[in-house]
């Protein structure tokens, strides 16, 4: 879901600042599972308020991004 207009859309970097954003502020829903994989419930996730942590998470989106970006193009 996008929460301003100038993301609104699907390209892929329209798309990645909604991930990105999303990711950053928290309160992302999953699954979870056990190590048996039985389901365990719902869980969310947390703000990321370190750097280094933020750092790190648009590092991997980037390139994640990147690599999605190639492949769209092959």
Same mark, same amino acid.
């Given at each position: 879901?996008?929460?301003?207009?100038? &993301?609104?859309?699907? &390209? =892929? @970097?329209?798309?990645?600042?909604? =991930?990105? !954003?999303?990711? =950053?502020?928290?309160?992302?829903?999953? &699954?979870?599972?056990? !190590?048996?994989?039985?389901?365990? +419930?719902? +869980?969310?996730?947390?703000?990321?308020?370190? =750097?280094?942590?933020?750092?790190?998470?648009?590092?991997?989106? @980037?390139?994640?991004? !990147?690599?999605?970006?190639?492949?769209?193009?092959?």
């Amino acid at each position: 879901m996008s929460n301003r207009a100038a &993301d609104k859309g699907n &390209d =892929i @970097w329209k798309t990645f600042n909604r =991930i990105q !954003e999303n990711l =950053i502020k928290g309160n992302v829903r999953y &699954d979870r599972y056990n !190590e048996a994989g039985r389901y365990q +419930g719902r +869980g969310r996730t947390r703000e990321v308020k370190s =750097i280094d942590g933020n750092l790190k998470l648009n590092q991997a989106l @980037w390139t994640l991004a !990147e690599e999605m970006a190639k492949l769209k193009t092959a």
